[in-house]
């Protein structure tokens, strides 16, 4: 099995900063994507920003040019750096990896979900 663990998530004002990380751990043969999903109330949830192990990137157009998605493959970690907050970026985050495990069956695992409130 593989486990994701979120850190990161908190209050912050209109404009300010919040870095995620999303640490993967268990039997990872290899992770093919790292990405970040969020909910907000009454909403459905939504693709934020997926990373893919050659290094390409895809982001929302709500998010573009303020978050930057990056991993670490020595570490099994995606991060997502918001920069410019806004309050309608308030929602939780889940962070999201599909790759394969050392049994070599595919994974698809999601985190606990990490909640990011932007005060306006």
């Known amino acids: 099995q593989v486990q994701l663990v979120e850190s990161g998530g908190g209050l912050v004002q209109a404009g300010g900063s919040l870095r995620l990380s999303c640490a993967a751990s268990g039997s990872i043969f290899y992770i093919n994507a790292g990405a970040w999903y969020r909910q907000a109330p009454g909403k459905r949830r939504e693709l934020v920003a997926v990373i893919f192990s050659g290094g390409n990137t895809n982001y929302a157009d709500s998010v573009k040019g303020r978050f930057t998605i990056s991993g670490d493959n020595a570490k099994n970690t995606v991060y997502l750096q918001m920069n410019n907050l806004k309050p309608e970026d308030t929602a939780v985050y889940y962070c999201?990896?599909?790759?394969?495990?050392?049994?070599?069956?595919?994974?698809?695992?999601w985190g606990q979900g990490t909640q990011v409130t932007v005060s306006s």
């Open positions: 999201n990896a599909r790759g394969r495990a050392s049994d070599r069956r595919d994974f698809a695992s």
